[in-house]
């Protein structure tokens, strides 16, 4: 049985982390008139704030975003990532209501952007209008649509972007639901492309946490995914991802689970945070000691994969 896929988390994560990357692959126009020299600030509780005024309900991967803009200004992206596999009506109204919130909160210039990760090719909202007598409204924003890629996969494995490979997997996803061996095979071939373009063991580290998040396979499948990346890290002397690391945390995930209890995952977690940080700092033992069992069973899978305590 293919497990289900958890859109949310790895967007938000590939928004954050490849930002930049991002909009040179799906929005080159928008990238092009940003002064990257200026580091992009991630406004995430305007965001939560304009939502909850708007009364639209929780969105996971939507990211507001000040940039820079070349000559000099700022201005806010709003990155709407949408998720759904099935057509929304409201989608258009709902980007509006963003748009104009958060304008009329803040008097920031606003550009909103919407990436439709869904697999409906027909649908491309861009527009929202409405009139009467002479009254007339009419908001446009760009999208880029992934499907538009599937044709196009051979220029994302060509592609030097990193972020071309977090859509190779989400579309590689979509292709693979209730096909376990091809999506096992897939994700060994995203995987040992990370290896072949000469990333740093963080980098792999950082896509590959994107790839076995959208390509989550069944427990046979996994195991022989593990035995295939184990092979391949040996024979090329690349210890990444089967790591001691990785082997520490599957094995205090498995007993974290079994007990059951949120105690158990939080000493798996400060051991392996001490294992590759040193100490973990008091602000961390603070937050683990109030997280639920949904967040502590994250933090242990980012904790042998992220690049420092302050990332976790």
Known sequence: MTPPIDFDTPWKEALGEYFQQCLALLFPTVHAGIDWSHAPIFLDTELQQVVRDAELGRRH???????????GGEAWLLIHVEIQSQQQAGFAKRMYVYHYRIFDRYEREVVSL???????????PDTYERSRWGCELRFRFPVAKLQDWAARQVELLASENPFATFVLAHLVAQETRGDQQRRRRAKWGLTRRLYERGYTQEQVLSLYRVIDWLLALAPEEEALFLHEIERYEEEHHMPYITSA????????LQQGLQKGRGEAKREDISRIVQARFGQAPKSLEERLANADEATLDELLVRAATVSSVDAL
Request: aromatic share 10%.
């Open 245 to 252: 690391e990785r082997y520490g945390l599957e094995k205090g």
């Open 114 to 124: 919407a990436v439709l990760a869904d697999d409906e090719p027909g649908w491309r």
């Open 61 to 71: 991967a939507d990211r507001l975003v000040r940039v820079w803009l070349l000559g």
